[in-house]
């Protein structure tokens, strides 16, 4: 079960190169992926974030990462939808649908993971937690050499 989070992170990193969006002109059906919006430049490389997110959930499994992915896809997704007349166009297609899914299915059920203090080795590190201190609740001085101060 607490792998669920972890499915759907994979969800929508295989989604995000799948068609977002299509178009019909003149009879011609085109289709636009998630990864072909991203390479358009400017703001858009941006949205690379979202494979990335969802394939870091799955590969670091916590709350914070499944709760994280799913909220940066969500958010992603309404940042770059298209407005205005660009949104009559176009129609959202199967890889759009799937992450957004996948994304609220991840938010949902990111409660099943293991609740973990620091997950990932990173962190530990950078929080200068190395694991290997005793906890035997007392505090340790390293600034004092049994020096007596008389």
């Known amino acids: 079960m607490q792998n669920i989070p972890r499915v759907f992170g994979v969800i929508i990193g295989i989604g995000f190169f799948l068609n977002w969006y299509s178009v019909d002109i003149l009879g011609t059906k085109m289709g636009f992926t998630g990864f072909a919006l991203a390479q358009t430049g400017g703001e858009r490389y941006l ?4 494979p ?3 394939i870091f959930s799955a590969a670091q ?3 914070g990462n499944h709760a994280g992915s799913a909220l940066l896809t969500a958010f992603f997704l309404w940042v770059f939808s298209p407005a205005g007349v660009a949104a009559d166009a176009l129609t959202k297609d199967v890889g759009w649908r799937l992450c ?14 293991p609740k ?3 997950q990932s080795p990173l962190v530990k590190s950078m929080m200068g937690a190395t ?20």
């Open 131 to 150: 694991g290997n201190e005793p906890n035997d609740g007392k505090t340790q001085n390293s600034n004092t050499d049994d020096v007596s101060q008389d």
């Open 100 to 113: 957004a899914t996948a994304a609220s299915a991840q938010l949902g059920t990111c409660f099943m993971a």
């Open 47 to 50: 949205m690379f974030i979202i």
């Open 61 to 63: 499994p916590g709350r």
């Open 116 to 118: 973990e203090d620091v």
């Open 52 to 54: 990335l997110a969802g």
